[in-house]
Protein backbone atom coordinates (compact mmCIF):
# COMPACT_ATOMS: atom_id res chain seq x y z
CA UNK A 1 0.00 0.00 0.00
CA UNK A 2 1.10 3.55 -1.62
CA UNK A 3 0.99 6.29 1.47
CA UNK A 4 1.45 10.14 0.59
CA UNK A 5 1.82 12.63 2.90
CA UNK A 6 2.38 16.06 2.08
CA UNK A 7 3.38 18.97 4.57
CA UNK A 8 4.67 22.32 4.42
CA UNK A 9 1.00 24.13 3.80
CA UNK A 10 0.22 27.36 6.04
CA UNK A 11 -0.95 30.99 5.56
CA UNK A 12 0.92 33.43 4.02
CA UNK A 13 0.70 36.84 2.75
CA UNK A 14 0.50 37.82 -0.99
CA UNK A 15 3.82 37.66 -2.63
CA UNK A 16 5.49 35.16 -0.22
CA UNK A 17 6.71 31.52 -1.08
CA UNK A 18 5.99 28.44 0.09
CA UNK A 19 7.66 24.95 0.25
CA UNK A 20 5.00 22.02 0.06
CA UNK A 21 6.54 18.35 0.04
CA UNK A 22 5.07 14.99 -0.45
CA UNK A 23 6.70 12.22 1.26
CA UNK A 24 5.84 9.05 -0.03
CA UNK A 25 6.30 5.57 2.02
CA UNK A 26 5.15 1.89 0.98
CA UNK A 27 6.34 1.51 -2.56
CA UNK A 28 9.06 3.99 -4.49
CA UNK A 29 8.44 7.14 -6.16
CA UNK A 30 11.13 6.64 -8.86
CA UNK A 31 8.81 4.29 -11.58
CA UNK A 32 6.07 6.76 -11.52
CA UNK A 33 4.99 10.31 -12.51
CA UNK A 34 3.99 12.33 -9.72
CA UNK A 35 1.67 15.62 -9.70
CA UNK A 36 0.23 17.99 -7.11
CA UNK A 37 -3.30 19.08 -7.74
CA UNK A 38 -5.55 21.91 -5.93
CA UNK A 39 -8.95 22.20 -4.93
CA UNK A 40 -10.67 25.53 -3.88
CA UNK A 41 -13.96 25.66 -2.38
CA UNK A 42 -16.70 25.19 -5.05
CA UNK A 43 -13.93 24.17 -7.50
CA UNK A 44 -13.14 21.48 -9.20
CA UNK A 45 -9.79 19.75 -8.40
CA UNK A 46 -7.24 20.81 -11.08
CA UNK A 47 -3.71 20.12 -11.87
CA UNK A 48 -1.31 22.94 -10.75
CA UNK A 49 2.29 20.60 -11.62
CA UNK A 50 3.52 17.41 -13.19
CA UNK A 51 6.95 15.69 -13.61
CA UNK A 52 7.86 12.23 -15.24
CA UNK A 53 9.47 9.60 -13.56
CA UNK A 54 12.47 11.22 -13.27
CA UNK A 55 12.16 14.59 -13.17
CA UNK A 56 13.27 15.55 -16.72
CA UNK A 57 10.07 16.62 -17.79
CA UNK A 58 7.57 18.44 -15.80
CA UNK A 59 4.19 20.15 -16.72
CA UNK A 60 2.94 23.55 -15.15
CA UNK A 61 -0.63 25.07 -15.48
CA UNK A 62 -0.34 28.78 -17.56
CA UNK A 63 -1.71 30.41 -14.02
CA UNK A 64 1.48 29.20 -11.80
CA UNK A 65 3.92 29.01 -14.83
CA UNK A 66 6.92 31.22 -13.95
CA UNK A 67 5.83 30.58 -9.68
CA UNK A 68 5.94 27.43 -8.92
CA UNK A 69 9.03 24.68 -9.34
CA UNK A 70 7.86 21.11 -9.43
CA UNK A 71 11.17 18.56 -8.04
CA UNK A 72 11.91 15.14 -7.26
CA UNK A 73 13.88 13.16 -5.04
CA UNK A 74 13.84 9.73 -6.03
CA UNK A 75 16.19 8.52 -3.26
CA UNK A 76 14.40 10.27 -0.56
CA UNK A 77 10.95 9.67 -2.33
CA UNK A 78 9.82 12.76 -2.22
CA UNK A 79 8.38 15.40 -3.86
CA UNK A 80 8.04 18.85 -3.92
CA UNK A 81 6.50 22.00 -5.00
CA UNK A 82 8.20 25.62 -4.59
CA UNK A 83 5.44 28.09 -4.48
CA UNK A 84 6.85 31.89 -5.24
CA UNK A 85 4.84 35.24 -5.26
CA UNK A 86 1.84 33.55 -4.15
CA UNK A 87 -1.39 35.39 -5.05
CA UNK A 88 -4.94 35.21 -3.24
CA UNK A 89 -6.04 33.09 -6.09
CA UNK A 90 -3.55 29.99 -4.98
CA UNK A 91 -5.54 29.44 -1.80
CA UNK A 92 -6.45 26.03 -1.90
CA UNK A 93 -6.09 22.50 -0.63
CA UNK A 94 -2.79 21.14 -2.44
CA UNK A 95 -2.66 17.42 -2.83
CA UNK A 96 0.21 15.47 -3.77
CA UNK A 97 -0.94 12.05 -6.03
CA UNK A 98 1.09 9.44 -8.00
CA UNK A 99 0.12 8.42 -11.47
CA UNK A 100 0.01 5.05 -12.47
CA UNK A 101 2.80 4.96 -14.96
CA UNK A 102 6.00 6.78 -16.20
CA UNK A 103 4.96 10.18 -18.11
CA UNK A 104 2.62 12.85 -17.17
CA UNK A 105 -0.51 12.99 -16.69
CA UNK A 106 -2.96 16.26 -16.23
CA UNK A 107 -6.25 14.61 -15.10
CA UNK A 108 -6.93 13.48 -12.06
CA UNK A 109 -8.61 10.50 -12.93
CA UNK A 110 -5.34 9.45 -13.89
CA UNK A 111 -3.82 9.13 -10.45
CA UNK A 112 -4.84 6.40 -8.36
CA UNK A 113 -2.97 7.42 -4.58
CA UNK A 114 -3.36 10.77 -3.00
CA UNK A 115 -2.17 12.45 -0.13
CA UNK A 116 -4.46 14.01 2.66
CA UNK A 117 -4.09 17.29 1.23
CA UNK A 118 -2.65 20.05 2.96
CA UNK A 119 -4.48 23.77 3.36
CA UNK A 120 -2.38 27.00 1.40
CA UNK A 121 -4.12 30.02 2.37
CA UNK A 122 -2.94 33.71 0.79
CA UNK A 123 -4.03 36.38 2.35
CA UNK A 124 -3.98 40.02 0.94
Known amino acids: QVQLVESGGGLVQAGDSLRLSCAASGRALRTYAMGWFRQAPGKEREIVAA????????YYADSVKGRFTISRDNAKNTVSLQMNSLKLEDTAVYYC?????????????????WGQGTQVTVSS
Open 97 to 113: ARRSGLQIGVLANEYNY
Open 51 to 58: TNWSGGTT
